[in-house]
């Protein structure tokens, strides 16, 4: 138990970490696709951050406590943090490439929770994959 609560406190710190930097983009995109790169950010990070108190509530669950500061998510992120403001193009890139981290970093402790028969959590760990292979897609699709 003890190691799947610290799998589970490294990708909540990456989906934070991850959910900043989609709305960071949303913030500070640039171009003549403006408005779409603006919306598709939006839809990525109000996805991500609708599913931030599920997932502390299911960490508070297993009966360990939930990070919720810049320092511990800092230590904690698997997710590079961006402070550059970047060309559209290379915004696009880097989520996409975080999307799949966060989608396999799920598919990892998804099997850590199966492992212990923890089944609802198992199910809110496969939506969250499912969710960033959706946003993957997206991401993958307007950068052709
Ligand atoms: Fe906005």
Redesign the pocket.
């Known amino acids: 138990m003890d190691e799947l609560q610290r799998a589970l406190k490294i990708a909540f710190a990456s989906e934070f970490a991850f959910y900043l930097k989609a709305h960071y983009f949303?913030?500070n995109v640039e171009g003549p696709s403006f408005p779409q790169l603006?919306d598709l950010f939006?839809k990525i990070y109000e996805e991500v951050y609708d599913s931030i108190d599920t997932f502390a509530e299911e960490i508070r669950a297993t009966g360990a406590y939930t990070p919720g500061s810049f320092s511990r998510f800092s230590v904690l992120s698997q997710i590079d943090d961006e402070s550059e403001i970047l060309p559209a193009e290379s915004m696009l890139a880097e989520l996409l490439e975080d999307s799949e981290r966060m989608a396999e970093m799920f598919r990892i402790v998804f099997n850590a929770s199966e492992e212990l028969g923890l089944h609802g959590l198992s199910d809110f760990l496969a939506g969250r994959q499912d969710a960033h292979k959706k946003h993957s897609w997206m991401l993958r699709a307007t950068l052709k």
């Open positions: 949303h913030w603006h939006g």
